[in-house]
């Protein structure tokens, strides 16, 4: 017991002076969630707009005034040919144009209609679909503020509420996301690595011919990295909380066990890894590129997995973080308790038990 | 100063935050000497070497190597001199001759000069064979004498050598400093840092370092007869007694 | 001059010689463009609605097929509260639902009016308002037929209507895909330039022979340049690879001014390259370099206008992606691959790449110490 705490000792030692690397590792979640939190939203806002008015006359300029005011468009300039629209939306310097036609009053006076036409960077659908109806917005918006809100007959009127009070400043969901990519980070990328690294100095040698139990000095590379861990995951969650306004929801206890499930897996990963290979910079690759892409990819946080076409639906399954997410996501924003994540976390626990063999049996033979 | 001298230091100093590992060093090296610097590890030996080679700057002294200024005239310096670090340092990854050429490369000789200077190298160490194998999969002795023959092939003035023949076996080791003497001989001063006190009998002249000071530089046999013993060994335990630093 | 032809020579070897970046080099493109651009589908479709119907009308009946037959939605079922229809909408059973009322038919064709309500799960702000719009959509449709029915519009409409035309350029079959691939691809760049830079030079740290380096006469801005050009050539490697998979498989056919990309990912190599390495110059070993580097290129990627608009970015962070080079690549890429965008049209971000790969460079050469 005592060399355990040697041991362990030591790998704590290791890890305070890499100041650099302990930057990183608090410094990711953190400033993930600063940005997830307060920079990164698809709310349509500063949509640059520019405007081919072809009658300049009380209604074109009243329109534009609307348009100048709205929230959702930033109207740079005006164009006076039609050639210059499309060169703006080439180089990005236009999002959208607003073409009124010539003639505008006398149109609407004396025709009874006219047409506004939208010109519209596509690239992004959802992008383009949503600033074309709030641009459609506006323009219905000033139909009804010249010519009152007109009414036809057998109309069916939509009122519509939007629950949850649409923040469009991304959801609540990338927390649990930025929890699993830096445990993903500590326990399998540095876990590996770091083991991997005392093979390349010769060290892993020098320790395996000593008094200890093997089994005991791997062990001993685990256990920082798990208080890492849970330091780190408790940084987070404060964080989410108190600056997010993130709500906990459920009980924190089964929230903190789920984590620790799924550290314990990712450890094993870890551990696996690094019986595969004796050098840093494979176990460096195996654990960002074979590991932590998919799960960034497919563990459901980033990109929707419901739109996923089948086959990559199926190899999302696969992930462990998938799981993971689900729970976290059910525990801490809808309250929910064991009973609704119990065949997720017994999937993690799966996934623990089925690593831990593996690295158990690989390194039994390397030392045999 | 004198320009006969291949390498002048005076007061040479190196503070690390409040530790002094050089600890104001004098002594000169004539030329084509061979001239060792022996010590514990911790002694100071390789720190000392780095400053003459501008590996890091003195806090404070001075010192010549091949009559230019460490302080000012640190790039002229490094193309007149040879090295070999103490971690070995030719790429494991490229074969024999690449890494000759690229050595060769980086200190201006043209690909005749190269070629020749190969030949010659391989047939000396006896590698002709394996000029297409990977440095990496060359016996450790073989690595060493190639690694010193690459750091000369440029025909330096000087060469310093950094513990060189570390973990290597007594016969490789005598093969190594046959080398050493061959390059003496013709005229390259060789300045070599090593804590085996039996090479100390190889070199011309020693300085023994003891926490950071010089404590005894002489030639080998004068200190033997000035310390009434009959090995560099005990010449050195001697000194060391009173040291407060020794490797960890 | 030579010189650098033999650093060159050995730079080359080394990478060839190394299985794990051939393996990066190649593998990761086509994982990430092949993968990636499925996956990444934020495109919305499958809205989930459910349906509350307290009329049971011709009229509401009618309503409802139109809906389940509309392929935006997909059916969560029919229930006869609304109550029901809020817990579904907690359970993520359903992302929206409507509630048609009591005496819907008989009310509209009476009073000439008649309400419906939407209840929107907006905590996805796109799903809300794309599934409120979809929705709004069938019904005006519905409504238009309805009217048609009872009432002749009379020849002379005496209220002024204004149309809205619609002309949606460079992705005319809203293809998630088309929109996704450029940025990978740049972020692929980036990382592989990025990464490949930061730990080549901390490899040679770590494995001594920088020592035997900076002993020799080697210039400083040899010894950078050195390490740059052969990775400054791979970027171009993995830029047609990437190219050439993006065709095949996403179909994305680049048009006649492809130089154009060429011509500005050669100076954004350069300036990432310099990064890499000036990252190098800071850390000691493979690990810390990698995380250093991670860490750097995920706050750059985030940054980048790939995830999320940059416009819709609150201004401190706008001006953080300002002087983020990944922004710029993955502007440039998307400009060229998808709008057709000219050397005229990239002209400002050609300059400000040159300018980030000028100062990069210069502070990984002055950052660099052959002597401590």
């Known amino acids: ?124 659908p959802n992008m383009s679909s949503t600033i074309q109806m709030y641009a459609t917005a506006v323009v219905n918006d000033f139909r ?63 320790l395996l011919v000593s008094p200890m139990n093997p089994l005991i000095v791997i062990f001993s590379k685990t256990i920082p990295y798990l208080v890492l861990s849970l330091i780190i995951v408790t940084v987070i969650l404060t964080m989410s909380v108190t600056i997010l306004d993130v709500p906990i929801r459920g009980n924190i206890i089964l929230l903190y066990v789920v984590c620790l499930i799924f550290i314990v897996a990712s450890l094993a990963l870890g551990l696996v890894i690094s019986t595969i290979t004796d050098s840093q910079q494979v176990a460096m690759m195996i654990s960002l590129m074979g590991l932590m892409l998919p799960t960034l990819m497919f563990g459901g946080f980033m990109f929707p997995i419901e739109n996923m076409p089948i086959p990559l639906q199926v190899v999302s399954n696969v992930v462990p973080a998938k799981w993971f997410y689900y729970s976290i996501n059910s525990i801490m924003i809808k309250g929910l308790g064991l009973k609704s994540v119990f065949k997720e976390v017994l999937i993690l626990i799966g996934y623990c038990l089925v690593f831990l063999t593996i690295s158990y049996k690989k390194f039994k033979i390397r030392l045999a | 100063m004198s320009s006969n001298y291949s390498i002048v230091a005076n007061q040479l100093t190196k503070i690390f935050g409040e530790f002094k590992a050089v600890d104001e060093i004098s002594f000169h090296v004539e030329k084509g000497e061979i001239f060792g610097f022996l010590g514990a590890n911790g002694a100071g030996k390789t720190t000392a070497m780095r400053m003459l080679t501008g590996l890091i700057k003195p806090t404070s002294g001075k010192a010549t190597v091949a009559g230019f200024d460490i302080f000012t005239e640190s790039e002229q310096i490094k193309r007149n001199i040879g090295y070999m670090s103490q971690k070995f340092s030719l790429y494991q990854d490229l074969k024999v001759w ?46 060493q004498k190639l690694a010193f023959s690459i750091s000369i092939i440029h025909k330096p003035n000087i060469v310093f050598l950094d513990e060189p023949t570390g973990g290597v076996d007594p016969v490789t080791r005598r093969q190594f400093w046959n080398l050493i003497y061959e390059a003496a001989e013709r005229g390259i001063t060789i300045f070599v840092t090593t804590h085996y006190m039996d090479e100390a009998e190889y070199c011309q002249r020693v300085a023994i370092m003891v926490d950071g000071k010089i404590e005894a530089m002489d030639e080998p046999a004068r200190l033997k007869r000035d310390f009434k013993t009959n090995s560099m060994d005990d010449v050195f335990y001697r000194l060391a007694r009173q040291a407060k630093r020794s490797d960890p | ?261 060429y011509v500005f990912s050669a100076l954004y190599l350069f300036a990432i390259l310099g ?66 965008a000219t050397i005229k049209d990239i002209w400002p971000h050609i300059r400000i790449i040159f300018v980030f790969g000028v100062v990069l460079n210069f502070f990984a050469i002055y950052s660099y110490n052959k002597t401590n």
């Open chain 1, 144 to 206: 009804n503020d010249v010519f009152g809100k007109f009414e036809l007959p057998y109309t069916i009127e939509v009122r519509s509420r939007m629950l949850y009070n649409p923040q469009l400043k991304g959801a609540y969901t990338f927390v649990p996301g930025v929890i699993a990519m830096i445990l993903m980070i500590i326990c399998t990328l540095m876990t590996s690595v770091s083991i991997v690294r005392e093979k390349e100095l010769g060290n892993m040698e020098m």
């Open chain 3, 275 to 340: 990064f890499g390495l000036l990252l190098s110059n800071f850390t000691n070993t493979q690990q810390q370099a990698m995380m250093v580097a991670f860490f750097f290129m995920l706050i750059f990627i985030l940054l980048s206008g790939l995830y999320t608009p940059i416009e819709s970015m609150p201004p401190w962070a706008q001006v953080v992606a300002a002087f983020n080079p990944v922004s710029y690549m993955v502007e440039v890429m998307r400009m060229v691959l998808l709008k057709g």
């Open chain 2, 98 to 143: 690449e890494n000759i050429e690229f050595y060769g490369g980086l200190y201006g000789m043209n690909k005749m000069e190269i070629n020749t200077a190969t030949a010659e190298l391989l047939e000396k160490l006896e590698l002709t064979k394996e000029i297409n194998v990977l440095v990496g999969d060359l016996p450790l002795g073989w690595k």
């Open chain 3, 1 to 261: 001059m030579t010189t650098f032809i033999f650093i060159l020579k050995k730079e080359f070897r080394q990478i060839f010689r190394d299985p794990a970046i051939l393996r990066l080099i190649f593998i990761m493109p086509m994982l990430q463009l092949i993968v990636l651009p499925f996956a990444a589908d934020y495109e919305i479709k499958n809205i989930k609605i459910g349906i509350i119907d307290h009329d049971h009308s011709d009229y509401s009946r009618t309503l409802v097929s139109k809906i389940e037959n509309s392929t935006y939605f997909r059916l969560t079922g029919y229930t006869h509260t609304f109550k029901e229809g809020l817990q579904w909408i907690e359970d993520e059973k359903a992302d929206l639902v409507i509630e048609i009322p009591h005496r819907f038919e008989a009310t509209l064709i009476r009073e000439s009016k008649a309400d419906v309500l939407l209840a929107i799960n907006a905590v996805n702000g796109t799903k809300g308002n794309l599934g409120a719009a979809y929705t709004l959509g069938i019904i005006q449709q519905f409504n238009q037929n309805i009217r048609v029915e009872w009432f002749q519009m009379p020849e002379f409409n005496p209220e002024p209507m204004i149309d809205v035309t619609y002309t949606s350029l460079y992705n005319p079959h809203r293809n998630y895909q088309l929109f996704m691939v450029p940025g990978i691809l740049a972020v692929l760049l980036t990382m592989v330039g990025g990464f490949l830079s930061a730990l080549n030079i901390v490899k040679e740290k770590e494995i001594g022979t920088i020592e035997q380096l900076n002993v020799s006469p080697i210039k400083k801005y040899q010894f950078i340049m050195g390490k740059i050009v052969p990775f400054w050539l791979l970027g171009f490697v993995i830029l047609t690879v990437g190219l050439v998979i993006s065709f095949i498989v996403h179909g994305i056919v680049p048009g006649s001014n492809i130089y154009v990309l």
């Open chain 1, 1 to 124: 017991m005592k060399q355990l705490i040697a041991f362990v000792r030591k790998e704590i030692y290791h890890i305070i002076r890499d100041k650099k690397t302990l930057l990183v590792l608090f410094g990711l979640p953190v400033i993930q969630i600063l940005l997830f939190g307060f920079a990164l939203s698809n709310e349509v806002k500063n949509t640059k707009l520019f405007i081919l008015d072809m009658s300049k006359d009380t209604y074109s300029q009243q329109l534009t005034e609307k348009l100048h005011a709205s929230k959702y468009f930033e109207v740079e300039g005006e164009i006076f040919r039609i050639e210059d629209a499309y060169d703006l939306l080439r180089a990005g310097k236009a999002h959208m144009v607003v073409v009124i036609p010539a003639q505008f009053v006398y149109q609407l006076n004396h025709n009874h209609s006219s047409t506004i036409q939208l010109i519209t960077d596509g690239a992004n």
